[in-house]
């Protein structure tokens, strides 16, 4: 066969049509940060497959317009404000969602922060706050689900990033954090897998329209980024939802402990060129 293939259909970057509608029904998902971006992406992907989705977050208002588009799609939701940096916040939501939906079967630890700082001038405050809502509030949520999670033989899926791996300049309390949630994934599913709790995590990419990709493009501008993908694009969130309903339910049943990587190729390049120019953007004196 020779000639160039086709390009792909816009429908292969918006893969969750292509889920079983049934494929989650019977789960109750929880998500931490389910209001926007790549976790309401998540969320959609669980609402296409049939699963009732509880969301959480720190704004009411964005849980809330969520919520309303998840039902719009047919799924049962509730939703109840949280800081994933309070534990007692935390639970108080997991026990709303208990209540309203029913014990949970899918865990997805996505709540995150993020901004580009040189580690010897941000505050200890500034590095600890993104420790305490990506690690922490990994932990929390895995605590506070734990009891759920064991009564439904369930899964949790952390939302790490290719930080935890690739050294990243101005990217220190990212890149200490999600290190710690991928040895925490790993840990959980030794530790959990006695209880039939199965424990993984997912590296997305730069995904359209996210506040993530707001903040890292910000100073550089989105085609430097698009450049260094391998695939030329950002992912859209749909994309990183398909793989989180396959990973999270009966077609993951046997995988557990595992990083599954979504994100273009971008892992596989350097991040010599994009901490340059960030550096000329933010760092550079005059
Ligand atoms: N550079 C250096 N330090 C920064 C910073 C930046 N760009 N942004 C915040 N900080 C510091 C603050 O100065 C503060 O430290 P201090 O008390 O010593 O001054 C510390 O970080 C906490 O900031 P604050 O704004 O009080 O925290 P917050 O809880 O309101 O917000 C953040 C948390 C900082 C992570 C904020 O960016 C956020 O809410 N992010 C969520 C959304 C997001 O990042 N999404 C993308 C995920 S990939």
């Not at 998902?29 to 296409?48: C, D, E, M």
């Not at 208002?61 to 309303?68: I, Q, S």
């Not at 922060?113 to 505050?123: I, L, Q, V």
């Not at 991928?182 to 424990?199: C, N, P, Q, T």
Request: charged letters at 20%; glycine letters at 14%.
């Amino acid at each position: 066969m020779t000639g160039t293939p086709a390009a792909a259909k816009t429908s292969d970057h918006d893969p969750i049509g292509h889920l079983s509608p049934t494929m989650l029904e019977g789960h109750v998902a929880f998500i931490t940060g389910g209001g926007s971006g790549i976790n309401l992406g998540i969320a959609r992907a669980f609402a296409r497959c049939g699963a009732a989705i509880a969301i959480c977050g720190r704004t009411e208002e964005r849980l809330a317009g969520a919520a309303e588009e998840l039902r719009g799609m047919g799924a049962k939701v509730t939703y109840k404000a949280a800081d994933v940096r309070d534990p007692e916040a935390l639970q108080a939501s997991v026990d709303h969602a208990v209540s309203e939906l029913g014990d949970i079967s899918i865990t997805v630890a996505g709540a995150a922060g993020n901004f580009f700082a040189k580690a010897e001038e941000m505050s200890a405050n500034a590095f600890r706050t993104v420790v305490d809502i990506d690690l922490m509030g990994a932990y929390h949520a895995a605590r506070a689900t734990f009891p759920s999670l064991q009564k439904t033989r369930g899964s949790i899926l952390f939302i790490s990033a290719s930080q935890a791996f690739k050294a990243t300049k101005y990217q220190a309390h990212v890149g200490a954090a999600k290190a710690g949630i991928e040895m925490l994934m790993k840990d959980l599913a030794v530790e959990w897998g006695g209880h039939g709790i199965r424990s993984n995590s997912l590296v997305p990419g730069p995904v359209e329209g996210t506040e993530g990709m707001a903040r890292l493009a910000g100073p550089t501008g989105d085609d430097l980024w698009k450049r260094a993908v391998p695939l030329g694009r950002y992912a859209q969130t749909e994309e990183i939802g398909a793989m989180a309903a396959v990973l999270s339910g009966p077609l993951g049943a046997y995988v557990t402990g595992s990083q599954y990587t979504v994100d273009g190729g971008l892992g596989l390049v350097g991040s010599g060129h994009i901490s340059d120019a960030v550096e000329k953007a933010l760092f550079s004196e005059g």
